[in-house]
């Protein structure tokens, strides 16, 4: 079966052409002109701000007209990761996808239901003429993944709407109500280098499964950056010479895998200790990790610049000493993670270093408190520190008007409560709340599993679910004061 004869055909034709447009974070350009000319097409309003936002009006259905406005919010972008015996180029292709069993997934490479299967939803709602509706202004942002730069640069007065609903989050028996701001921390080196003079070992990671670096910190997944500190550090009194580190990618990804190439005294030594600790390591992660693959051996350099041994120990010791993962759970909402740390990105390449993670908080004080750790790790270590992109979180109103509203249609829809939730993600609607602080906010989506990876997958039945879900709530939005 086709992806567009899935139902409802009106949601899965338009993520199809969606996902036919280029639309990796930080590359929008492909994609802001698709949905300029889905609004023209459509002869609505339709108005592409200065940071690139694209924002489409439509007027009220006939005799709606007094209902609150209702702003209706996804993100362009998608998280552009691939595995690594796949060839593929997300600046030129569109995505291949396909169907297995009641799920939607990409051949190799992220699906891009995050958050796709909104700004389709959206289009819909758009194009549809028997569909209820308030007045409608669809806001679709950019760089979501990699800054949220689209929600930052949205200026005050742009939007009429009173009622905002973000359609990005993953579970359809969810009504998100809040979630975590975060900050981006950088350490980076230039280290002097040298030729290697011990015996050159090469240690691969793989087959992690990765995920949100917010939505699955807390389920104890491997990430591939720490694991290999704990293998290097096996070498740290044979006169390690770390020559290169490639490991992880995206900030908002835990890492899938790593690789290290550098040289000790004595090869053999270090591959008794470390294919030791590697077994003990898939041991500890069998539960979580079945396809967990470490691979130690020796290896070959040529004229490769190393590091020196001095400054290898602070570079192995720095990856030892950061914190990543859970940083404290909190003490007000059960099992919501408050504040976290995921070691995203580790380069060494020519002597020059660079370790990206991003640190998630709902509270301000705890993302503050995590970034100084981190900060104090790598100062200690001789590296630069820079803090950079920082967002708010979003704070919950589980009171209001339009959250009573949609627990009400859910439960006499689906005969069971939602669960009204924050989330440890990082949603837009914190920096819009700032913007527009009287504008009342939620956020609900279609079930999708593994996203920010290449296991991503949307599940059909629950886009059934969550479309109906959306149309009941549009027809039942409260009347203006």
Known sequence: MNITQLEPQVIWKNFAALNAVPRPSKKEEKVIAFMKDFGNQLSLETIVDEVGNVIIRKPATPGMENRKPVVLQSHLDMVHQKNNDVDFDFETQGIEMEIQDDWVKAKGTTLGADNGLGVAAIMALLESSDIPHPALEAL??????????????????????????????????????????????????????????????????????????????????????IILGRLLYQGIDQNIQLISIDGGGLRNAIPREATALFTVNSAEEFLKKANVLAQEIKDEF?????????????????????????????????LKAVHNGVYRMSPDVEDLVETSNNVARVELKEGQLKIMNLSRSSVESGKTAVAEQLRSVFELAGMEVECSGSYPGWKPKPGSEIVKVMEKIYENRFGAKPHVVACHAGLECGIIGAHYPKMEMVSFGPTIRGAHSPDEKANIPSVQKFWGFLKEILAHIPERN
Do not use: W
């Open 140 to 225: 679709f942002t950019i760089d979501e993944e990699t800054g949220m730069t689209g929600a930052i640069g949205l200026k005050p007065g742009q939007l009429q709407g009173e009622i905002l609903l973000n359609l990005d989050t993953e579970e359809d028996d969810e009504i998100d109500i809040g979630c975590a701001g975060g900050v981006d921390v950088t350490a980076s080196q230039k280290y002097s280098t040298q030729k290697p003079e011990g015996q050159p070992v090469r240690i691969t990671i793989k087959g992690l499964q990765g995920g949100h670096s917010g939505m699955d910190i807390h389920k104890n997944f491997g990430n591939a950056n």
């Open 286 to 318: 069998a539960a979580t990790e079945k396809d967990l693959e470490i691979t130690a051996e020796k290896s070959h350099v040529k004229e490769e610049a190393a590091v020196s041994e001095q400054d290898s120990k602070k570079i192995i010791l720095a």
